[in-house]
């Protein structure tokens, strides 16, 4: 199992965590949000904190809740990371927001992966693959889209929110890519589709909620539906392929992931690694669990 975090990412740090909140700095501006893995004391006094953050997140229920201002600072702003392969070099520019769930249009610690798919398209651009097909699912704002994209993929970006899907097209056009293809749908009708069509993909990327909606309603539950996904996922791969799954639950381990990489993967055995991607702060090095992963190596 592999411990992976982020190493060249300028524009974010998480500088402190603890008592259920993380400090973090996006560019210029810091924020203080609710963190339910923090559940050990904070390095720094929560009062220091507050004089450092330009706003803070305040829960009115679990999913939901607005943001409180401490210094001003806009309700959107951009920031950028930077892509290295090699001598190769890209960069992705993400639009940030202040919304009302918490999130902010990014999640860090898939810098690690967005790493990891640059490098595996390039890789199968060399084993004579012209433009690698790659399928991102549960996509959000195109993190992994636009890191595709930019080593020259041939790009289907799936969520079933079509103001996310709007959002990850901005962020397409700032960071100058062009041509992702958008799909607005429940993410295992797609794929079963896919299979019934007989479709393949160089490269397949899954981040799945633990709980979700698709667009007609359809429910989607991690555990109850995670092992339908993955043998169709399967169904989907090409002989030259790479994979990133990502679960972010409470209480999921990489094991599990590992048991699906030997069940629907086999073949893929000597290229596959799974572990646990962490932030580090900088105050105090705490590691803070974000999720475990498994990937296949093109």
Request: net charge positive.
């Amino acid at each position: 199992m592999q411990l992976l975090h982020p190493q060249h990412f300028d524009d974010y740090e998480l500088i402190d965590c603890g008592y259920f909140l993380k400090l973090e700095r996006f560019g210029k501006f810091i924020t203080i949000r609710p963190e339910p893995q923090a559940v050990w004391g904070s390095t720094l006094p929560l009062k220091d904190w507050r004089r450092m953050a330009h706003v803070e997140f305040i829960p009115k229920s679990s999913s939901s809740g607005s943001w409180k201002k401490n210094k001003d600072m806009p309700d959107q702003w951009s920031i950028k990371y930077g892509l290295k392969n090699g001598e190769h070099h890209s960069t992705l520019s993400f639009r940030l927001g202040l919304t009302a769930f918490k999130h902010v249009g990014i999640f860090p610690e898939q810098a690690v992966n967005w790493d990891f798919i640059y490098q595996n398209c390039s890789k199968l651009k060399g084993k004579g693959v012209t433009q690698p097909k790659v399928l991102n699912l549960f996509a959000y704002t195109g993190g992994a889209s636009l890191a595709a994209k930019a080593a020259g993929a041939d790009v289907t970006h799936l969520d079933s929110i079509k103001q996310v899907v709007n959002w990850s097209r901005e962020n397409m056009e700032l960071s100058g890519l062009t041509d992702i293809r958008w799909v607005v749908e429940d993410a295992l009708t797609f794929v079963k589709r896919e299979v019934k069509r007989g479709n393949k993909y160089n490269g397949i990327i899954l981040d799945p909620p633990a709980y979700g909606h698709g667009t007609n309603g359809e429910k989607w539950k991690m555990e109850d539906m995670i092992n339908e996904m993955i043998e169709g996922v399967a169904k989907l791969a090409e002989e030259n392929f790479f994979l990133v799954l990502n679960t972010y639950s409470l209480g999921f381990s990489s094991l599990i992931l590992e048991n699906f990489m030997r069940q629907q993967f086999s073949k893929y055995t000597k290229s596959t690694q799974t572990g646990e991607l962490f932030l580090n702060t900088t105050q105090g090095k705490l590691m803070l669990p974000l999720g475990v992963f498994a990937r296949i190596s093109a």
